[in-house]
Nanobody, 123 residues
């Protein structure tokens, strides 16, 4: 079992930056691939970024070049640095842990989820 707790969300103006954190507890953190997803009101949950085994990272086209995912295994934490934020980035952001492997951009590939943190970008 893994528990995930996100933090760092908030209200920011367009063009600004935020760093989200996701603290994990439970099973060995380093054995998980970690991802970030987001869900805007009335929309489906969508893939944002993933930090896979071996250090490979993946990004949605909509955030590529603006967002950076990183992890600190010593702190059992994964981060999402978000820059040049746009109003369309407004959503609840969720971190997720993938222990078993699967399609990196599919929510169904992830075994554990946090409760989410709200990010609101004003224009």
């Amino acid at each position: 079992q893994v528990q995930l707790v996100e933090s760092g969300g908030g209200l920011v103006q367009a063009g600004g930056s935020l760093r989200l954190s996701c603290a994990a507890s439970g099973r060995s953190f380093s054995t998980y691939a970690m991802g970030w997803f987001r869900q805007a009101p009335g929309k489906e949950r969508e893939f944002v970024a993933r930090f896979s085994w071996g250090g490979n990272t993946y990004y949605a086209d909509s955030v590529k070049g603006r967002f950076t995912i990183s992890r600190d295994n010593a702190k059992n934490t994964v981060y999402l640095q978000m820059t040049s934020l746009k109003p369309e980035d407004t959503a609840v952001y969720y971190c997720a842990a993938d222990y078993t492997g699967g399609v990196y951009y599919s929510a169904s590939s992830y075994d554990y989820w946090g409760q989410g943190t709200q990010v609101t970008v004003s224009s």
